[in-house]
């Protein structure tokens, strides 16, 4: 079985440039987390997915960040304009019912 | 609202020493609890869980108690290796599918 599938696993842009994430969900999750974990630090979570409804992105920003997540399966997190503050690893993680939630690898964005 | 505490690290053992990684929460309700692993380079993958009190979790030799009397849920293993290496995160699960995590704790087991 595939797991959780993200891309780019790297990204370097310049401040105030866009920037999009892509998360392919293992097949049947229904839900789906975006999280960001800066360097020594834990995952915090960004926003919350069931199925196609976000049910907790109260820790988005919503002024330079914003999510979708198209008939409940992938999901693309973006931030624009992209600040220095903002380098860190996005996470996307999945969730079946009765299951953990399972990881995929995370892309690392430098912004210079 | 809910939240994982973790012990700083890193934490630097020898190579057969005992383990402890001490985890507490705050949770409403009844919450799920974790112990995800990240190898270096890799992602975050589940160590062991528990779901609920008096339940222990445990996997590779590791092991863990849920303790809702004391609210923790503390990581232990009798005798590390130098592939357990890693940074160790302690997280709940608690009302819908709400997953929080702790600050992580580095290991550094030395041969």
């Known amino acids: 079985e595939a797991g959780v599938v993200q891309s780019p696993r790297y990204k370097i842009i310049e401040k105030k440039q866009p920037v999009a994430f892509w998360c392919n969900p293992i097949?049947?999750?229904?839900?789906l987390y975006w999280y960001r974990q800066n360097l020594g630090q834990g995952p915090e979570l960004l926003i919350r997915?069931?199925?196609?409804?976000?049910?907790?992105d109260s820790q988005l920003p919503k002024d330079r960040f914003s999510a979708e997540r198209l008939k409940g399966v992938d999901s693309t997190l973006k931030i624009q304009p992209a600040e220095l503050g903002d380098s860190a690893v996005y996470l996307c993680a999945s969730r079946g019912r009765d299951t953990e939630a399972f990881f995929g690898q995370g892309t690392r964005l430098t912004v210079v | 609202g809910d939240s994982v505490t973790q012990m700083e690290g890193p934490v630097t053992l020898s190579e057969e020493a005992f383990l402890t990684i001490n985890c507490t929460y705050t949770a409403t309700g009844y919450p799920s609890l974790f112990w995800y692993v990240q190898y270096p380079g890799e992602g975050l993958q589940l160590l062991l869980k528990?779901?609920?009190?008096?339940d222990k979790g445990s996997n590779k030799g590791f092991e863990a108690t849920y303790r809702k009397e004391t609210t923790s849920f503390h990581l232990e293993k009798g005798s590390v290796q130098v592939s357990d290496s890693a940074v160790y995160f302690c997280?709940?699960?608690?009302?819908?599918?709400?997953?929080?995590f702790g600050a992580g704790t580095i290991l550094r087991v030395k041969s």
């Open positions: 997915y069931e199925n196609e409804e976000a049910v907790d």
């Open positions: 097949s049947g999750h229904n839900t």
């Open positions: 997280a709940l699960s608690s009302y819908g599918n709400k997953l929080v």
């Open positions: 528990a779901t609920k009190a008096d």
